[in-house]
């Protein structure tokens, strides 16, 4: 594979988890805990993790490995008719980045508008709904193209700086917030045990399982075919799992205590962090410093997932079309730049288009949210678990990990356990986009 390899075994696991620790890690899951159950929920989700998430996640490892290949090729590969799983592997991180850059380009702005004003932007419903979003978007997926354009090393060496800088920046801000006289009902709310928990919060852990190890966009697979056959494949899913959940925790004890302080809303998803926060780091001593770390903390974590929903468009352009990085990376990142314009513009000229009753902003996330990933998901346990000679996979696995003592009870899991799973959260996604059209 030569250059289609990568350099060393850090190099893939920080640029691995770069990938799966987004933007939904650092607020969604610890409010998802705090209203939940605290740490009921953190236990419930930890099962998820081991019985859904990381045998979904090897699978993909080793059959990007297996192959050597894009997703589509991948799945071409096990079987003709499972191409589908593969153009859905595919479609979906060039859907998701879309909009997911415009959120990247309004941490740009809050970045440059701390840095330079100490002071966030005068009003974020404002500024969401300026036709200059787009610029911030555009400038988002210049610097993603820019990455991707430097091939699998580049992705090597940005993952390298980001990840660890990342923790270090969290590091910082935890000290500040739990430093704040009160913090410790922040921490109560993300751990202490409580009544709350339910059926609903154990489908909320189901599907948090599901999205915060990006399972199904295409990542692992794309990562995985670039993968030393001496890697341990198993191991490396196991850690990349841990680093996701840990960051995650992290985040939450970063953000909630300085939130209960202030006697703000902790449940305002992306609200929080462009609204809430930036009254938190107001109100607080030295507050711009910390928002400024903050801002830049988020920047890395969205960059680093774009960055690899990007690889995956342009490794399939690369096998699939036979075009050169340099043609895929320029031609892919133009298409889903201008793809993401409607996204962008969602909040402002196009603030009264709605869709189903949603914004085209939400619309296109829920295309690929509630339709395109946990449909793949389903068919690719189907296609590998039941069309296709699955030891061929452990095989693959045992290849750098001679001691691969759950085989047994992996095949189980992609057979029966993890599309029982999956059923659960892609039919919780159709009752959500049902009640989001009918108003109910």
Not at 144 to 152: A, E, H, S, T
Not at 244 to 260: E, K, M, R
Not at 375 to 403: A, H, N, R, V
């Amino acid at each position: 594979m030569g250059e289609k390899q990568w350099g060393s075994r850090i190099g893939f696991l920080l640029a691995t988890a770069g990938a799966a620790i987004g933007l939904g890690n650092l607020w969604k899951f610890p409010y998802l805990m705090g209203e939940n159950g605290g740490f009921t929920f953190l236990v419930v989700y930890l099962i998820f993790v081991l019985i859904l998430g990381l045998p979904c996640m090897m699978l993909e490892m080793s059959l990007g490995r297996y192959t050597g290949r894009d997703p589509i090729q991948s799945y071409k590969m096990v079987n003709p008719k499972a191409k589908i799983v593969g153009i859905f592997g595919v479609l979906a991180p060039f859907i998701i980045l879309s909009y997911y850059s415009v959120i990247g380009g309004w941490l740009i702005k809050y970045v440059v508008s701390y840095v330079t004003t100490f002071n966030a932007p005068a009003d974020f419903g404002t500024f969401i709904a300026s036709p200059t979003t787009v610029i911030w978007h555009f400038i988002f997926m210049a610097m993603v193209i820019y990455v991707c354009y430097k091939g699998i090393g580049g992705i090597e060496k940005a993952s390298k700086i980001m990840l660890p800088a990342l923790f270090v920046l969290l590091i910082i801000i935890i000290f500040r917030s739990v430093s704040l006289k009160g913090s410790m009902e922040g921490i109560k709310f993300i751990f202490a045990p409580k009544k709350g928990f339910s059926l609903a919060s154990v489908n909320a852990a189901l599907g948090q399982v599901f999205y915060s190890l990006s399972l199904c966009m295409g990542i692992t697979i794309t990562y995985g075919s670039y993968l030393s056959k001496k890697e341990n494949i198993p191991k490396s899913c196991a850690v990349v799992a841990g680093m996701d959940t840990l960051l995650a925790i992290l985040a939450g004890i970063a953000i909630f205590p300085a939130v209960f302080v202030f006697g703000l809303e902790p449940g305002q998803g992306p609200g929080l962090v462009f609204v809430t926060l930036p009254k938190v780091f107001g109100a607080m001593s030295g507050g711009s410093i910390f928002a400024i770390a903050f801002f830049i903390l988020m920047f890395f974590a969205a960059l680093t997932s774009a960055i690899a929903l990007l690889e995956v468009v342009v490794s399939f352009a690369i096998d699939s079309w036979g075009w050169s990085r340099n043609k895929s990376v320029a031609v892919m990142g133009i298409a889903v730049a201008i793809l993401g314009i409607p996204s962008a513009l969602s909040s402002g000229l196009l603030a009264d288009v709605t869709i189903l009753n949603y914004s085209v902003f939400d619309f296109i996330g829920m295309i690929a949210d509630n339709i395109l990933l946990p449909i793949g998901g389903i068919l690719m346990c189907y296609f590998i678990g039941w069309k296709f000679d699955i030891t061929k996979l452990t095989d693959e696995m045992e290849q750098g990990c001679p001691s691969f003592k759950i085989k047994k009870f992996w095949i189980a899991s992609i057979k029966y356990i993890a599309p029982i799973l999956l059923i659960i959260v892609t039919l919780s996604g159709f009752i959500g986009v049902y009640n989001s059209i009918t108003g109910a």
